[in-house]
């Protein structure tokens, strides 16, 4: 108990005010919360850069929302494409919006079943490992001056820790020991090697374009839309996105009318619940990635009733545009056949990214950003 008395002497109230969100409509509320002993510890604490960063956003509870809105979300847009009605019975005035909600209750209460060929220990933890790479990311995102950790290697380091994700799914597939994981096992690795040299290569596109690795940097830079100055890396990098979150018409690892949910097919109760959003968890990251490449990030009307929090709002907006045109594929698209997805990667999104490249060498040369 000492050790935590001295630990929080040494990080005082005062030093989390240096560096906390400022929110002029609510100040008068906070300043009094300040005033309060505990009470004012926890609130600095919350509203400290870094700390709001890993919270709030793009943290963890944005992250939850997210995830409970856009699952909602896609399945009531591919049933009204579909005429169809889509989740209505959980909360049924409010369209069923709380039915991923319901969801992960069901899956909280179910049994997990290990099958007795896996390979345990693997086959528990691997679910739980993955959320490592899928939470870091959002360390280094940067809302406006919002950031949990600057760094001038920021866009090299998420895009690093991003593509361990598959390798975390490929473990989940093998540790499984199912014949019907190893498919989808398989397939998962022939789309990452084939996703993910036109995705780096959009990146350094865009790295070229702003002479520069650090995201709030490239943020404020960004005068002229990254979407607009290199359309073309905007392009690779959407359909990268699309690939890597195994969306249609690139759902091959998982393919259910096939394979039964690919490497992923043993898994059941709250385990199976993990798994399951992986795909939504990286789409959020990849989309908030896009909004501070190639849409501004937090750039918009300035808000200054918000302070800080202006620049969350319009790169949540923009973030949440990027998830519901991704959303919207699953209602037009049939699945490609994982040769005609590998062909596409290897050959014409190849050749893409290299034009990209070019023309963001180009653009660095010309110093238009």
Request: hydrophobic share 60%; glycine share 6%.
């Amino acid at each position: 108990m000492e050790a935590v008395y001295e630990l929080l002497k040494a990080v005082s109230k005062e030093h989390f005010m240096e560096n906390m969100v400022s929110i002029p409509l609510i100040q008068p509320v906070i300043d009094n919360l300040l005033n309060i002993p505990l009470v004012g510890y926890v609130v600095a604490l919350i509203l400290w850069k870094p700390m709001f960063a890993l919270l709030i956003f793009p943290g963890l509870l944005t992250l939850m929302t997210v995830l409970l809105f856009i699952i909602w979300f896609e399945r009531k847009l591919t049933a009204r494409i579909q005429w169809r009605r889509g989740p209505l019975e959980i909360l049924r005035w409010a369209g069923g919006i709380i039915q991923a909600l319901a969801d992960g209750l069901r899956y909280f209460f179910q049994e997990v079943i290990v099958h007795r060929d896996a390979h345990k220990p693997y086959f528990i933890q691997l679910p739980i490992l993955i959320f490592i790479p899928v939470l870091l990311p959002l360390l280094f995102i940067p809302a406006g001056s919002i950031v949990g950790i600057k760094t001038p290697y920021a866009l090299p380091v998420v895009v690093a820790i991003v593509s361990l994700i598959p390798v975390f799914i490929v473990a989940i597939g093998w540790a499984s020991n199912s014949r019907f994981a190893y498919v989808g096992t398989i397939r998962e690795a022939f789309m990452y090697f084939a996703y993910e040299i036109p995705f780096i290569l959009s990146v350094v596109a865009m790295i070229l374009v702003y002479g520069t690795a650090d995201m709030t940097a490239i943020v404020e830079k960004q005068t002229i839309p990254g979407i607009i100055l290199n359309p073309v890396a905007a392009l690779v990098f959407f359909i990268s996105t699309i690939m890597a979150t195994s969306r249609l018409p690139f759902e091959i690892p998982e393919a259910d009318q096939e394979i039964a949910f690919g490497p992923f097919v043993e898994y059941s109760g709250i385990m199976f619940g993990l798994v399951m959003t992986i795909a939504y968890e990286k789409m959020y990251i990849l989309a908030l990635l896009m909004s501070v490449l190639f849409l501004g990030g937090g750039n918009g009307f300035p808000i200054p009733l918000l302070g800080d929090l202006a620049p969350v709002i319009w790169m949540f907006l923009k973030t949440m545009a990027v998830m519901v045109a991704l959303a919207f594929l699953r209602s037009i698209y049939a699945r490609f056949r994982l040769d005609q997805a590998l062909r596409l990667s290897w050959t014409t999104m190849l050749k893409i990214s290299a034009v990209a490249v070019l023309i963001g060498a180009a653009l660095n040369i010309a110093q238009v950003a």
